[in-house]
């Protein structure tokens, strides 16, 4: 399924794509920054973090392109840019277009002999409104194009952020948004179960040889999928879980914490596939494993105020549906599809 | 022509070949003569043969660039408009509700300064279903800093596809230009067509520069970052000054293209026929001309003095010119191929242009305005005879109302 290295390289045109090996841990990390200061996220924002260590990990030979949102409108303000790689805003449900133009461009004017021969890294960003919702056609389009060397990374606080915190496909059931307040009459405004959309790309996508899961509290990990994304070849996707204080309604002190939280409870698995082999990373794989076990989903929830308004039960039916994930999928934690259908009666 | 001089004939003959081609086709010959560099399609009739013929020279090796099927017209347009901040040179296009589909692209590329081509195949937007021009789909974006040409011909399509690449790409400019063709009549249409040198193109076509706008890492700039109430009336300013330059740009490169091809288009903005000595014209855009020329020549015959006045470019719109030389006329009709419901009078959008370029000028005569030809029906000869004496009349100093749909069902 996966196309060869030979072939690859036959259709990039780039002899050899970025080669940027892992980081072996914190200590070895670059001292570069090319996300410096200037941008005015809140205090305790993971996304800004995801940016920060994204692009510190691809390096200077970046072109990185932003759609709308918090990463846009509190992060690049006219005169007090943070970016020190070229860096382009795109509308909101662009991240893939975004990625696929500029790649396209590199690719026939290097040629072409318009530009010098060197590989750049195509990094498009979203967030979870852009992304899982609003920018799906395009990021899925671009996932089908082969030769077309770019990342695209989904930046998911679980809202649209910016425009003061409303419910996506990404927010988990029955968070309190602005879309979503809990009321006299209705305590849970928000019934959707949160988009599996990571493994939508990845089970969608047959040609992409890298998609991801990460969350910037396990630093190193995130930024190594990052730089294999950059380095397989093809278009690639990366999807980041973000604590963020002001959606979620925490003491920013927490952010770091809470994205463990959501590791250690099994609601957010970190995995990748790299060329249609699936690996579960870190504490993820040792819940698999049942090297550790599961925390209760009680932990993460009552840490964050847009869970506040859930009784017991709620939090009852939110551990069973975290329960099934791990339980009844096909590849736990990954793929939404039972192995049988419960209660199944043959038809007579 | 004194500078055709320095190219005799002969030599033309022998670089320049003639070929029996659509609009469509003209087009993407256009395309591969400028050497573009990322091409991106999706259906819609009547655009879409641009994109078959597109495809066939990539499939025959006859065009290099990256050909990109895009999964909608909001991608196609966003692809571009990356590639080309990126340095490549861009083409796309699209008709109808498809052009509509990519709108918010649309909006942002001229405010980027990002100088995109493309094809308008115009088509009436649907509901209800209909695949015929219209030119309602093109107009939606004159506000927001495209340049809008509308072409007759596919020679002439042919010839302003690379005048768009060296106006849009001119620094000066940096504006994107979309060639309205008309659906079906020039879409599908062929012509005789001359079909330039390519080392003539190279002349009259410099390469893309981006200059320091260019998205390399050689180049680490940031672009559009959030600007607010601070900056964003100084930025829109510069966009309009922009557009305002590129009278000039179109001007110097209709020069050069006559000097380089040999081919004269006279005035850039518009075309005149028979106006010399016409007491009345018509005005109107892309190929209604066709049955309006006609009619005017058996008017002609029976002594009516009529003309004709065929508007290339809407954006930039040349007021001053076209004010002037509408002002010799005792009245005239305007002929518009789209609608623009609750506008003053009810007129369509390029009566109300001419009205306010010729009264801003100080001009007294009667402008009256026609809704013809929508959805694609045919504009015939009876319809053009009926706008005459219309305007006949209101030169006369009869009353007429000041707007009126032609070759309409009762
Ligand atoms: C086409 C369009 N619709 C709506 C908006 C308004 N808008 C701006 S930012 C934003 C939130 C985007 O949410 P997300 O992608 O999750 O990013 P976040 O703000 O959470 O970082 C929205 C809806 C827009 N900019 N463009
Ligand atoms: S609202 Fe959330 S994502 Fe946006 S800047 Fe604040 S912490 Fe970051
Ligand atoms: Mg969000």
């Known amino acids: 399924m996966a196309v060869s290295d030979r072939e690859l390289a036959e259709l990039t045109h780039l002899k050899t794509p970025q080669k940027l090996d892992p980081f072996k841990g914190v200590k070895k990390l670059p001292l570069e920054e090319y996300f410096t200061s200037g941008h005015r996220t809140c205090q305790g924002c993971e996304s800004a973090l995801v940016m920060k260590l994204m692009v510190k990990a691809a390096g200077p030979r970046t072109i990185v392109l932003g759609s709308t949102g918090c990463m846009y409108v509190a992060n690049t303000t006219y005169y007090s840019t943070p970016w020190v790689v070229p860096w382009m805003h795109t509308q909101l449900g662009s991240s893939g277009s975004a990625a696929l133009g500029a790649s396209a461009a590199v690719r026939a004017l290097i040629r072409k002999k318009k530009i010098k021969d060197e590989p750049i890294n195509i990094i498009a960003f979203c967030g979870d409104g852009g992304g899982a919702d609003m920018g799906v056609s395009g990021i899925s389009a671009t996932l089908t194009h082969p030769e077309y060397n770019c990342l695209i990374l989904m930046y998911d606080n679980e809202s649209y952020a910016n425009t003061d915190i409303q419910l996506s496909g990404s927010t988990p059931y029955g968070a309190h948004t602005t879309f979503s307040p809990p009321g006299t009459k209705k305590r849970i405004m928000h019934h959707r179960w949160k988009k599996n959309f990571a493994a939508m790309m990845a089970a969608g996508h047959p040609t992409c040889r890298f998609v991801s899961t990460v969350c910037m509290s396990y630093p190193v990990l995130a930024m190594n999928a990052v730089r294999r994304a950059l380095s397989i070849g093809g278009p690639t996707f990366i999807h980041s879980l973000d604590p963020c204080p002001k959606g979620w309604d925490y003491d920013p002190m927490l952010s770091h914490e809470l994205g463990e939280i959501a590791v250690e409870t099994g609601i957010w698995p970190l995995w990748q596939v790299e060329d249609g082999k699936l690996a579960l990373i870190g504490k993820t794989r040792d819940i698999a494993d049942n090297r550790f076990k599961r925390r209760p989903v009680r932990d993460y929830l009552l840490k964050q105020g847009r869970f506040a308004h859930f009784t017991d039960d709620d939090i009852d039916y939110f551990q069973a549906k975290v329960d099934e994930t791990w339980k009844k999928w096909v590849v736990p934690g990954v793929i939404p599809i039972a192995k049988e259908v419960d209660n199944d009666a043959p038809p007579v | ?410």
Request: proline share 5%; glycine share 8%; hydrophobic share 45%.
């Open chain 2, 1 to 410: 022509m004194a500078e055709a001089i320095a190219t005799p004939p002969a030599r033309e003959a022998a670089t320049e070949k003639t070929s029996l081609i659509t609009g469509s086709e003209a087009i993407a010959i256009a395309c591969q003569l400028a050497d573009v560099d990322v091409i991106t399609a999706y259906p819609i009739r009547p655009y879409d043969t641009v994109m078959q013929y597109v495809s066939k020279l990539v499939a025959n090796g006859e065009m290099d660039c990256e050909y990109i099927v895009a999964e909608g017209e909001h991608s196609q347009f966003e692809v571009v408009k990356h590639a080309c901040a990126c340095g490549a040179r861009v083409f796309t296009g699209s008709s109808g509700v498809g052009w509509m589909y990519a709108m918010e692209a649309l909006t942002v590329t001229p405010a980027l300064r990002i100088p995109v081509v493309a094809m308008v195949g115009n088509r009436a937007l649907d509901d209800p279903g209909a695949f015929g021009v219209e030119h309602n789909d093109a107009l939606a974006v004159r506000d927001l800093g495209w340049q809008l040409v509308w072409v007759d011909t596919a020679q002439e399509a042919l010839d302003t596809a690379l005048i768009a690449y060296r106006v849009a790409e001119d620094r000066r400019v940096f504006l994107p230009c979309a060639i309205s063709c008309d659906g079906a009549f020039l879409t599908h249409s062929q012509g005789i067509v001359k079909v330039p040198d390519q080392a003539k193109v190279k002349q009259f076509l410099p390469a893309y520069d981006r200059g320091d706008l260019l998205l390399h890492p050689d180049n680490p700039i940031t672009v559009a970052p959030q600007a607010n109430e601070d900056w964003l009336m100084e930025i829109r300013r510069q966009t309009a000054a922009a557009m305002e330059r590129s009278p000039q740009v179109i001007r110097e490169a209709y020069a050069s293209f006559e000097k380089i091809f040999g081919r004269s288009y006279g005035n850039p903005f518009f075309e005149e026929y028979m106006t010399d000595d016409a007491d009345i014209v018509l005005v109107g855009m892309g190929t209604l001309s066709m049955p309006v020329k006609v009619t005017i020549r058996q008017l002609r015959a029976e002594g009516k003095k009529v003309g004709f006045v065929r508007m290339r470019w809407f954006r930039p719109f040349a007021a001053e010119e076209l004010a002037k030389s509408l002002g010799r006329f005792k009245a005239v009709g305007v002929i518009d191929r789209d609608f623009s419901l609750g506008a003053p009078y009810s007129s369509g959008v390029l009566a109300t242009e001419v009205r306010a370029a010729m009264y801003g000028a100080g001009a007294q005569q009667p402008v009256i305005g026609f809704i013809a030809g929508l959805g694609g029906r045919e504009v015939t000869v009876p319809d053009v005879r009926r706008m005459s004496e219309i305007i006949s009349a209101a030169a006369e100093g009869k009353r007429q109302p000041p707007t009126q749909w032609i070759g309409l069902r009762e």
